[in-house]
């Protein structure tokens, strides 16, 4: 069975760098069948895919348009996790935050979320 | 790339059947068949009901179904029942994009 474990701070300061890590069990990283997804929710903006990091060879990272400038997804193998780097943070980034895998182009594990507020 | 455009709300009786549209503003939207559809009730993450289409993951009911015709997918819950009543949110892969959600009201 599956399962993604996500941990990182609640609260974020405006300015400051986002980061969460995403924890996989029961699967692994370098899986050349799956990505590894970021997606956030937030009642302004819905559900927002952020970007992906997926191995086949060599790794690829895709991340969304409207937040390419800011955003680094990292895989660690050595830790089977990988995490989401946000920089810039404004309140308008206050979203609860998932992390996903997908397979067969649905995202069918996802971790609980964690609720990221942006404020000082 | 543009969120899908979904209805806000859909609702039914029990038995009944719902069917809910997605609809993507590009062509590339039609021209992919990696669409799904997940369910999510408050305060949980979403779960995967439908993918390429029309595809079910093991252990969705197959009250549940999946098409697409041109720009517009649709997701069909046959049989509403009382658990069914929760947001419902297509998505497209290749794009990178989810649909603007559905709230499903079993009367």
């Known amino acids: 069975q599956v399962q993604l474990q996500q941990s990182g701070p609640g609260l974020v300061k405006p300015s400051q760098t986002l980061s969460l890590t995403c924890a996989i069990s029961?699967?692994?990283?370098?899986?050349?069948?799956?990505?590894w997804n970021w997606i956030r929710q937030s009642a302004s903006r819905g559900l927002e895919w952020l970007g992906r990091?997926?191995?086949?060879?060599?790794?690829?990272?895709e991340y969304a348009v409207s937040v390419k400038s800011r955003i680094s997804i990292n895989p660690d193998t050595s830790k089977n996790q990988f995490s989401l780097l946000l920089n810039s943070v404004t309140p308008e980034d206050t979203a609860v935050y998932y992390c996903?895998?997908?397979?067969?182009?649905?995202?069918?594990?996802w971790g609980l979320g964690d609720l990221v507020t942006v404020s000082s | 790339q543009s969120a899908l455009t979904q209805p806000p709300s859909a609702s039914g009786s029990p038995g009944q059947s719902v069917t809910i549209s997605c609809t993507g503003a590009?062509?590339?939207?039609?021209?992919?068949?990696?669409v799904s559809w997940y369910q999510q009730h408050p305060g949980k993450a979403p779960k995967l009901m439908i993918y390429?289409?029309?595809k079910r993951p093991s252990g969705v009911p197959d009250r549940f179904s999946g098409s697409k015709s041109g720009n517009t997918a649709s997701l069909t819950v046959s049989g509403l029942q009382a658990e069914d009543e929760a947001d419902y949110y297509c998505s497209s892969y290749a794009l990178g994009v989810f649909g603007t959600g559905t709230k499903v009201t079993v009367l």
């Open positions: 996903a895998r997908a397979r067969n182009s649905g995202y069918d594990v």
């Open positions: 590009s062509s590339d939207f039609g021209g992919y068949n990696y």
């Open positions: 029961g699967d692994s990283l370098s899986s050349n069948s799956a990505s």
């Open positions: 390429e289409v029309s």
């Open positions: 990091t997926s191995y086949r060879s060599k790794w690829y990272n």
